[in-house]
């Protein structure tokens, strides 16, 4: 007999996931805004739709929260199929970028809005409004106006709002797009906090990929309607799989080469310079032919301060030094190989007053074949 396994919150193991998406596609005439996703969204998690511009992701939220059904496929919410039902039938609260308060209402009302709708009793709705306010730490504005707070209250009091009927599911598309960068980076910690405190599941759209990293779970890359990659943060930071997904998230020097063959874990592969490196396969290791290998510029050191006895096996590529660019946390320096590539290097400015090397010098830098990555396409 199968026992299910309790887990945090009382939860077991046999519990559906919070959300599921089956192959789902949307045309908008015969435009294909999302192509077939499938995607399985854990009890209180906290995950990230990431994309550029028109890749879908409001699309695949929107189908998400029922205010736009799908051409096929389907959406299941804690187990149970959405079907056609309308948003206001489905367990979950929806957040948007330009938020929408009532003007005419105060903080208050706005908040009791949705409460007040399915007819909560006076009394209980104070209580619940309060203690909405207080969860996006926010006491005491009540009696404001809307217009009487800041653009970070606002939004906050649109979070408020979209808590305040403890949904199981919080939709939120790009709901700090309309602050300054000190506000945003505050908001974004309170929402992965706040994710902890209420236990609901985050599904969070943004095309930031700083804002990905900082807060989510698990991050889903999406371009031209379809997910890439799902990940956490790091391994999609860390083991991209494909060009798309390295040059989306962060920065990323890309050196082709001639496969040389399998060489323990990793692949060998020839520059174009003729130098030997080697690389973490993403998939399987690819037989022959040319192919990319993605290493990040923070990973690659000058091969004279490359760490001591560690880096013997090491990747080495020896070029010119053509760009050395003050960055204040690091400092870019390009490095022109033989044929066309080049390789980013940053060097954290750990201590005041170093010597850069200066352009025109060749310089040799090194990196681990570990933090090296053969891409899959
Ligand atoms: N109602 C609609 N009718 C026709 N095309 C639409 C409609 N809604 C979205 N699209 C198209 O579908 C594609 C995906 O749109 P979507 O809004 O999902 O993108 P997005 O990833 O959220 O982009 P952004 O980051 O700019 O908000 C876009 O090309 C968009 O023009
Ligand atoms: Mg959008």
Redesign the pocket.
């Known amino acids: 007999m199968a026992v299910a396994k309790t887990q945090p919150g009382g939860r077991t193991a046999a519990d559906p996931p919070s959300i599921e998406l089956r192959r789902v596609r949307k045309s908008?005439?015969d435009?294909t805004?999302?192509a077939g996703v499938d995607l399985t969204v854990g009890q209180g998690e906290f995950l990230t739709l990431l994309?550029?511009?028109?890749?879908?992701?409001?699309?695949?939220l929107r189908m998400i929260g029922g205010f736009e059904l799908p051409s096929s496929g389907e959406v299941l919410i804690e187990g149970a199929q959405m079907g056609n039902l309308p948003p206001y039938r489905r367990p979950v609260n929806t957040v948007f970028q330009n938020y929408a308060l009532f003007p005419h209402l105060s903080v208050g009302k706005n908040v009791a809005y949705g409460l007040e709708m399915s007819g909560v009793p006076r009394g209980d709705r104070e209580r619940r409004v309060r203690e909405a306010l207080d969860l996006v730490r926010l006491p005491n504005v009540e009696n404001r106006r809307p217009s009487e707070l800041s653009g970070g209250q606002q939004q906050r009091v649109a979070l408020a709002r979209a808590l305040v009927n403890h949904p199981s599911v919080l939709l939120l598309?790009?709901p700090l797009g309309a602050l300054d960068l000190k506000l945003r980076k505050a908001m974004q910690l309170e929402l992965k906090h706040l994710n902890r405190e209420v236990g609901a599941t985050f599904v969070y759209?943004t095309?930031d990929q700083e804002e990905a990293l900082t807060m989510s779970d698990r991050i889903a890359v999406?371009n031209e309607?379809r997910i890439l990659q799902l990940g956490a943060p790091e391994e999609i930071y860390e083991r991209p799989r494909s060009r798309f997904v390295a040059d989306f998230i962060g920065q990323t020097n890309f050196i082709e080469c001639d496969v040389l063959g399998p060489d323990g874990r990793f692949v060998a592969c020839r520059t174009a310079g003729g130098e030997t490196i080697r690389a973490i396969p993403a998939v399987e290791a690819p037989a022959g032919g040319t192919i990319t290998v993605a290493v990040r510029p923070e990973k690659v050191s000058l091969d004279a301060e490359a760490p001591g006895g560690l880096s013997a096996n090491w990747n080495r590529l020896t070029g010119t030094l053509t760009e050395v660019i003050y960055l204040g946390t690091h400092t870019q320096l390009v490095v022109a190989l033989p044929g066309e590539g080049q390789i980013v290097v940053h060097r954290q400015n750990r201590m005041l007053g170093e010597t850069e090397p200066s352009t025109g010098q060749q310089l040799t830098v090194a990196f681990d074949p570990a933090s090296a990555t053969v891409l899959a396409e």
Do not use: N
């Open positions: 908008f005439g435009f805004a999302v994309g550029p511009s028109g890749c879908g992701k409001t699309t695949t598309d790009e759209v095309h999406m309607g």
